[in-house]
């Protein structure tokens, strides 16, 4: 049972543009997700996060947006550049245990087009 | 450098070789994690250990074998490996294991060893 869903396997849009990633997750104790960026080659490395009780966090041309009553959140890139480029991976926690117990999404490669 | 070195990069084993993966952190943290990458396939946690102590085992067959001989060094011992196992181990630390929000709230990965068993 997988609960934390990346639906999209793959995205490709153009240099300048937005890209909107989307996670879904299934758990409601859940109420702290991050995203990670993953290179050919190299670990995962933390993007942005968000805790349950924002629906929005913004850090220059990343926002992730959380909608609790859906229970989706989503990553924007605006612009996107073709270094954007990469695997993103959406991850929750438990905070009640407030444990380092990540569970993550099977990713996203986004492909940004010069 | 970065903070997380895991060795090798590469590795491929028959079934029935005994072999062990590496990682170190550079990044004094309290907490170290083992994670499996497969193909379309979400990030499976597999072992972690807090000061030393193994405080979680995500259900992984007994072929893998952690171990955490101080809090710098993590080491994923191999033993009669599947060829279903060849994935991307990746090794994770983070400040600390419980009170991992109060911190920054993060994972900090390295590069990964790519096993492939024939």
């Known amino acids: 049972d997988q609960q934390v869903k990346q639906n999209s396997p793959s995205l490709s849009v153009q240099e300048g543009r937005i890209s909107i990633l989307n996670c879904d997750y299934t758990n409601s104790m859940f109420d702290y997700f991050l995203w990670y960026k993953k290179y050919p080659a190299e670990g995962p490395t933390f993007l942005i996060s968000i805790s349950s009780i924002k629906d929005k966090n913004e850090d220059g041309r990343f926002t992730v947006f959380l909608n609790k009553s859906a229970k989706h959140l989503s990553l924007h890139i605006v612009p996107s550049q073709p270094g954007d480029s990469a695997v993103y991976f959406c991850a929750a926690s438990k905070g009640s245990g407030n444990t380092g117990k990540l569970i993550f999404g099977q990713g996203t490669t986004l492909q940004v087009k010069p | 450098e970065t903070g997380v070195t895991q060795t090798p990069r590469h590795l491929v084993m028959g079934m029935t070789n005994k072999k062990s993966l590496k990682c170190e952190q550079h990044l004094g943290h309290n907490a170290m994690y083992w994670y499996k990458q497969s193909a379309k396939k979400p990030l499976e946690l597999m072992f972690v250990y807090s000061l030393e102590e193994r405080v979680e085992n995500n259900s992984v067959p007994s072929r893998f074998s952690p171990e955490c001989p101080n809090s710098s060094h993590l080491f994923l011992h191999l033993h009669t490996l599947q060829p279903e196992d060849s994935a991307l181990y990746l090794c994770?630390?983070?400040?600390?294991?419980?009170?991992?929000?109060?911190?920054?709230?993060?994972?900090?990965f390295g590069e990964g060893s790519r096993l492939t068993v024939l």
């Open positions: 994770a630390s983070s400040q600390d294991y419980y009170r991992f929000l109060l911190n920054t709230g993060e994972l900090f």
